[in-house]
Every structure is written in C-alpha cells, then in structure tokens.
C-alpha cells in the first residue's frame, strides 16, 4: 500500500470515531429496536410481592442486555375480561432498548412468573 491509501484509510477510521463519540455523548445512540413490556400483576400482591416482580423483570432486561428508559406503573385498573377468576389487576409498561432477539428470551421467562396474569412485548415504530 502507498502512503496516501494509508493516510486515507486513517482519517476514514479517525472519522468514524469522532462521529460514534459525538452520538455517544449526546445520548442519541440506541441499542437494536424499541420495545414496551406490558405487564397485568394480580391485584392479590402486596406492595413488596409487586415490586419484587418488577425488580425481577428489570433484572431480566439488564441481563439480556436492555436499556430501559422508563418504567410507568398505572395502578389498579379493572381489566376487559375475567382472567384466571381476577377482574382487577396492576399494570405496568416497560419502555426499553434492545437487540432484536432479547423480546423471545424475555418473554420466555416472563411466561413462567408466578404473580403475572397478563404479559405483551411490542415493538414500537420510530
């Protein structure tokens, strides 16, 4: 190679960087795609057993890898339909970042939780 395709492909990469920085710093770098995890949590927990399962959930998007951006807690709510002998439950709605494989892995274990009535990953269009 000559000097000038070396000094080219420098400044190319020199760049790149400075470009990756700049979007780093000024937080406009997502991870993947955008998701929102709702979550129906029996209206039969205490205060503790919710924010265990919601711990629980959180840990599970940080472990995965996730950056979650907010987690919005409704409240009490009557639900559509009867679930499981419920008419009420606590919702909440997980805003977070993510690959595109993370929404399976973490819907397979959501799937199993024992305090979850109801549970729906999206994906949300930019």
């Given at each position: 190679?000559?000097?000038?395709?070396?000094?080219?492909?420098?400044?190319?990469?020199?760049?790149?960087?400075?470009?990756?920085e700049?979007?780093?710093?000024?937080?406009?770098?997502?991870?993947?795609?955008?998701?929102?995890?709702?979550?129906i949590?029996?209206?039969?927990?205490?205060?503790?057993?919710?924010?265990?399962?919601?711990?629980?959930?959180?840990?599970?998007?940080?472990?995965?890898?996730?950056?979650?951006?907010?987690?919005?807690?409704?409240?009490?709510?009557?639900?559509?339909?009867?679930?499981?002998?419920?008419?009420?439950?606590?919702?909440?709605?997980?805003?977070?970042?993510?690959?595109?494989?993370?929404?399976?892995?973490?819907?397979?274990r959501?799937?199993?939780?024992?305090?979850?009535?109801?549970?729906?990953?999206?994906?949300?269009?930019?």
């Amino acid at each position: 190679m000559n000097e000038t395709t070396i000094e080219t492909r420098i400044e190319t990469i020199v760049e790149t960087q400075a470009e990756a920085e700049t979007v780093v710093s000024e937080g406009v770098a997502q991870i993947g795609n955008r998701y929102e995890l709702a979550l129906i949590l029996r209206p039969t927990l205490d205060e503790e057993a919710k924010a265990a399962q919601i711990e629980q959930v959180t840990q599970l998007l940080n472990r995965f890898g996730a950056n979650i951006e907010k987690v919005d807690e409704w409240g009490r709510r009557r639900l559509a339909y009867e679930i499981a002998k419920q008419n009420e439950g606590f919702y909440y709605f997980i805003t977070f970042n993510c690959e595109s494989n993370v929404p399976a892995e973490i819907e397979s274990r959501v799937r199993i939780m024992e305090g979850l009535l109801r549970y729906l990953i999206i994906r949300i269009e930019e």
